[in-house]
């Protein structure tokens, strides 16, 4: 796994040059918002699926291979016990996107996501590329509200040296009913999710270096604790309502920045220059190695 600031930046000239041809994120968006257009949203399916049986243009989510969500209650002591437990890695460790980026966590920003996008991703290659998985003290993602600037829950990513494993059980034996298990880890199987993970690991994971440059078929399993309150449910997917994440602004940060906290939104554009890639979502091209464009 990398985690050195060293050659941080994705390079579009290696990029390019590992692949035969690239397909602009601006056609998806254009199919997306036109619709069926001559056939050619059933093209950008087939260059985005090919092999990927469950994938899908839009967004989409799958369950993993053997969890449920069915024995699931926010009042659980094992679910009370890990949602404290998580508040406290919060307001101790991450309380904000100062913080995050103090502890070396990398923003990501929704690019081809419809629906809110009043909230971030940010992800630790550290935590990500150890061997610990479901432990609140070391939450692969943070999950923040952009106009508090402000960590609203946790996005635990079952992984083992950065590659995809089985996940725990938050309680419940293997062999327990369901009803009595609660597993609630999903995959992103649609476009956007896949894209974002792919984004991850060529940006900085620098797989490319190796050569890899294969888009997935799915993320890797993933589970959420939202540590503000939910009208759903602590494990819920998509954030809460933005009157449930009416926080207090975070303080002004430390890095070089214009922007103000509870003013101005967090995005690429208030945060310093070392933070941002080189390409961001919206400026990239997904590598196409049937040399397919449109």
């Known amino acids: 796994m990398h985690d050195s600031d060293d050659g941080l930046n994705v390079s579009r000239r290696a990029l390019l040059q590992a692949?035969?041809?690239?397909?602009?994120?601006?056609?998806?968006?254009?199919?997306?918002?036109?619709?069926?257009?001559?056939?050619t949203e059933a093209e950008v399916a087939r260059q985005f699926d090919r092999d990927c049986p469950d994938a899908t243009i839009?967004?989409?989510?799958?369950?993993?291979?053997?969890?449920?969500?069915e024995g699931c209650t926010?009042?659980?002591?094992?679910?009370?016990?890990?949602?404290?437990?998580?508040?406290?890695?919060?307001?101790t460790q991450f309380p904000d996107a100062n913080a995050l980026i103090d502890a070396g966590y990398k923003p990501y920003f929704d690019t081809l996501e419809s629906g809110d996008d009043s909230w971030s991703h940010w992800l630790?290659?550290?935590?990500?590329?150890?061997?610990?998985?479901?432990?609140?003290?070391?939450?692969?993602?943070?999950l923040v509200d952009n106009d508090s600037w402000r960590s609203i829950g946790v996005m635990f990513i079952a992984t083992r040296d950065g590659e995809p494993v089985e996940p725990p059980a938050v309680y419940g034996e293997?062999?327990?009913?369901?009803?009595?298990?609660?597993?609630?880890?999903?995959?992103?199987?649609?476009?956007?999710?896949r894209f974002a993970w792919w984004f991850y690991q060529q940006t900085y994971e620098q797989d490319y270096r190796e050569g890899d440059l294969e888009f997935p078929c799915r993320t890797p399993c993933m589970l959420h604790i939202w540590t503000v309150d939910h009208p759903e449910s602590v494990?819920?997917?998509?954030?809460?309502?933005?009157?449930?994440?009416?926080?207090?602004?975070?303080?002004?940060?430390?890095?070089?920045?214009n922007a103000v906290p509870g003013e101005d939104e967090l995005g690429w554009d208030v945060l310093p220059d070392d933070i941002v890639p080189?390409?961001?979502p919206g400026e990239f091209t997904v590598p196409d190695p049937f040399g397919i464009g449109f």
């Open 19 to 39: 692949s035969a041809g690239t397909v602009g994120l601006s056609a998806v968006g254009s199919v997306r918002a036109d619709g069926a257009d001559g056939g």
């Open 58 to 69: 839009e967004p989409g989510m799958a369950h993993c291979e053997g969890t449920t969500a």
């Open 74 to 91: 926010d009042d659980h002591p094992a679910t009370t016990e890990l949602r404290s437990a998580v508040a406290d890695s919060l307001e």
């Open 124 to 142: 630790s290659p550290e935590f990500i590329g150890d061997d610990e998985i479901l432990t609140p003290e070391r939450p692969e993602s943070v």
């Open 174 to 193: 293997d062999e327990a009913a369901a009803e009595e298990r609660c597993s609630p880890w999903h995959a992103h199987t649609g476009l956007p999710g």
């Open 235 to 257: 494990y819920a997917h998509d954030a809460p309502p933005a009157e449930y994440r009416d926080l207090p602004p975070a303080d002004d940060p430390d890095f070089d920045t």
């Open 278 to 280: 080189d390409q961001t």
